[in-house]
T-cell receptor, first 116, second 111 residues
Framework: DTGVSQNPRHKITKRGQNVTFRCDPISEHNRLYWYRQTLGQGPEFLTYFQNEAQLEKSRLLSDRFSAERPKGSFSTLEIQRTEQGDSAMYLC??????????????FGQGTRLTVV | TQLLEQSPQFLSIQEGENLTVYCNSSSVFSSLQWYRQEPGEGPVLLVTVVTGGEVKKLKRLTFQFGDARKDSSLHITAAQPGDTGLYLCAGGYRDDYKLSFGAGTTVTVRA
């Protein structure tokens, strides 16, 4: 296992179409995060899973967005009826549960979404 | 709105020069991470600091966490073109596992 894997790396879609992204975390990590990054900004938190439970969702995650992690392993992020404002880099990250204050996360290479 | 403010936004220097980038917040963090990101790639974790006043060194990179755990700095000695990238700081809170990122400092090291 070499790290967090995301696919596809790039996705171009027409406005109004649905898209789905996949993330495979580091195998022993039970926490999985989705972030979104737009040009000139740092990543912004979207949602977080501990095992298969989705424990937190940002207000950035509108009703058109849904994320799942059905068996506590890989996760999918679906965007329905895409809009041009959804164009961004979607980043997945994972971490283990060391306890204490350490919240460091390891990121995948991201999926670049372009909505035309 | 980014909770963490990074400065400068852009930095361009000649190979061999030193540079410092800053990360400031009005919030107290339990931990702070520094990442480097290259175009089209995800952020790569460089270091985590958790103790106020802590200094960590990673080869030519020196990271410092402020005494009050509200700010941090990254100093690069004798910069090389391979240091080029977007440097991001991210703060974490105890029992809140998400990270809050700054907007980043884009560093360009010219050969």
């Amino acid at each position: 296992d070499t790290g967090v894997s995301q696919n596809p790396r790039h996705k171009i879609t027409k406005r109004g179409q649905n898209v789905t992204f996949r993330c495979d975390p580091i195998s022993e990590h039970n926490r999985l995060y989705w972030y979104r990054q737009t040009l000139g900004q740092g990543p912004e938190f979207l949602t977080y899973f501990q095992n298969e439970a989705q424990l937190e969702k940002s207000r950035l995650l509108s009703d058109r967005f849904s994320a799942e992690r059905p068996k506590g392993s890989f996760s999918t992020l679906e965007i329905q009826r895409t809009e041009q404002g959804d164009s961004a880099m979607y980043l997945c990250a994972s971490s283990d549960s060391p306890g204490g204050v350490n919240t460091e996360a390891f990121f995948g290479q991201g999926t670049r979404l372009t909505v035309v | 709105t980014q909770l963490l403010e990074q400065s400068p936004q852009f930095l361009s220097i000649q190979e061999g020069e030193n540079l410092t980038v800053y990360c400031n917040s009005s919030s107290v963090f339990s931990s702070l991470q520094w990442y480097r990101q290259e175009p089209g790639e995800g952020p790569v974790l460089l270091v985590t600091v958790v103790t106020g006043g802590e200094v960590k060194k990673l080869k030519r990179l020196t990271f410092q966490f402020g005494d009050a755990r509200k700010d941090s700095s990254l100093h690069i000695t004798a910069a090389q073109p391979g240091d080029t990238g977007l440097y991001l700081c991210a703060g974490g809170y105890r029992d809140d596992y998400k990270l809050s990122f700054g907007a980043g400092t884009t560093v360009t090291v010219r050969a």
